[in-house]
């Protein structure tokens, strides 16, 4: 094994590519300790936030009351790597295993008779795979007054997933249930949808 012992490596004249290591080079090694000072533009190091998508609702969505009913984001902010479906199933699927940070905001507007008092229910909760998860449930319970008749409430959720199969995929749902006479939730505009990979 050949020591080369020198304080700068340069390229020849005419030349603007430096390369380290050839056909026979499979890693370069840096001891413990040496620090790397990169004054320049980095590429192909680290990692990237990706896949990533932020979703939101165009319209309001009408839930039916005692029902889990899926959300529709159906507008994508961004979809990098296309892993939200906006336009059918309104489902993540990243596509790959890794850490994820999944978050949401959601938006129940509930009208109901200024001169009653109605209980209420509401629960936004994610589903994996179909089935509910334990994660990223939120729920809000409100009572209607006799000086409103309309209550409109926004709540967050967010955490992170260890997606342990490429072919997991993720839904938010909403649940409302209302006492009779209590008028119709809606999901109101303003909510969002949305993850990105941890860089590990």
Do not use: C, W
């Not at 509930?110 to 990223?136: C, F, H």
């Not at 008749?149 to 260890?162: C, D, L, P, R, T």
């Amino acid at each position: 094994m050949s020591k080369l012992e020198t304080n700068t490596i340069d390229t020849i004249s005419g030349s603007t590519n430096l390369t380290l290591g050839g056909t026979n080079a499979t890693d370069i090694t840096i001891p413990s300790g040496v620090t790397i000072t990169n004054n320049g533009t980095q590429t192909g190091f680290g990692g990237t936030n990706t896949p990533a998508f932020h979703a939101t609702n165009s319209a309001t969505q009408d839930l039916t009351s005692g029902a889990y009913t899926k959300v529709a984001f159906n507008t994508e902010t961004y979809d990098d790597g296309g892993v939200y479906d906006h336009s059918s199933n309104y489902r993540f699927t990243p596509g790959q295993t890794g850490r994820f940070f999944i978050y949401y905001r959601l938006g129940l507007i509930t009208s109901a008779p200024a001169e009653n008092k109605y209980p209420y229910i509401q629960y936004g909760r994610l589903y994996q795979d179909g089935s509910q998860s334990d994660l990223l449930g939120e729920l809000l319970v409100k009572r209607e007054t006799a000086n409103y008749n309309i209550q409109e409430v926004y709540f967050h959720a967010s955490g992170v997933i260890n997606v342990t199969s490429a072919s997991s995929y993720f839904e938010l749902y909403a649940l409302s249930t209302n006492a009779a006479g209590a008028g119709d939730t809606d999901v109101n505009t303003g909510s969002y949808f949305g993850a990105y990979k941890l860089i590990q």
